[in-house]
């Protein structure tokens, strides 16, 4: 079975800090990857995707993921943070569930939160 | 365009309680599916359906039932309520290969 690992479970940054945040995944097939992110209250939002094709994706907000398929691996960048995003971030990976479907399988989530 | 509906937002159960958590989808989604979140734990899949009749088991699916009888409607039901089963519960849909779309969350509590 798929597993998704995230290891910083919380990150504390000031305003104009650079962030990156890992995963790591086990699954060797293709894979589809996301970042989804949850603001206090909120529900979960996708960030941004990867399917294929260029494995340096950008996403909303600022933020951009590189897909390293040697290190099994799809980190979260943003090079300036503001104190709104502030929030739980979680990776997640595609796992097959059969007739050509797939479930989606998600880290542990990493909290950050961003000092003015 | 209401997306993933998901009620009540909030419930507290006393143990061995039933109740179902209802959630539906307007946007003709085939695929369905429930997540609870527990703190360091993330969204654990607890039940999905990728169609009308067709449910299947996730990681943490124990002491949950799920029904697709609809496209739109995918409802958890909790037949025996117990305290590990306190958590935030999302719905979640999509169509194919896109994203999945998250309901507002159920919070519950069991007592």
């Known amino acids: 079975a798929q597993s998704v690992s995230q290891h910083n479970h919380h990150v504390i940054l000031s305003e104009a800090a650079s962030l990156e945040l890992g995963c790591n995944y086990s699954?060797?097939?293709?894979?589809?990857l996301f970042w989804y992110v949850q603001y206090p209250g909120q529900h979960l939002q996708l960030l941004l995707k990867?399917?294929?094709?260029?494995?340096l994706v950008k996403g909303i907000k600022g933020f951009e993921a590189e897909f390293i398929k040697s290190k099994f691996s799809f980190n979260l960048r943003k090079p300036s943070v503001q104190w709104s995003d502030t929030a739980e971030y979680f990776c997640?990976?595609?796992?097959?569930?059969?007739?050509?479907?797939?479930?989606?399988?998600f880290g542990s989530g990493t909290r950050l939160l961003v000092r003015p | 365009n209401a997306g993933v509906t998901q009620t009540p937002k909030f419930q507290v159960l006393k143990t061995g309680q039933s109740m179902t958590l209802q959630c539906a989808q307007d946007?003709?989604?085939?695929?369905m599916s429930w997540y609870r979140q527990d703190p360091g734990m993330g969204l654990r899949l607890i039940h999905y359906?990728?169609?009308?009749?067709?449910?299947d088991q996730g990681e943490v699916p124990n002491g949950y039932n799920v029904s697709r009888s609809t496209t739109e409607d995918f409802p958890l039901r909790l037949l025996s309520a117990a305290p590990s089963q306190t958590s935030v519960y999302f719905c979640?849909?999509?169509?194919?290969?896109?994203?999945?779309?998250f309901g507002n969350g159920t919070r519950l509590t069991v007592t």
């Open positions: 979640a849909s999509r169509q194919g290969n896109s994203p999945l779309h």
């Open positions: 699954y060797g097939g293709t894979v589809n």
């Open positions: 990867y399917f294929s094709g260029d494995p």
């Open positions: 997640a990976v595609n796992e097959p569930a059969g007739d050509s479907s797939y479930k989606l399988i």
């Open positions: 946007m003709n989604h085939e695929y």
């Open positions: 359906s990728v169609g009308a009749g067709i449910t």
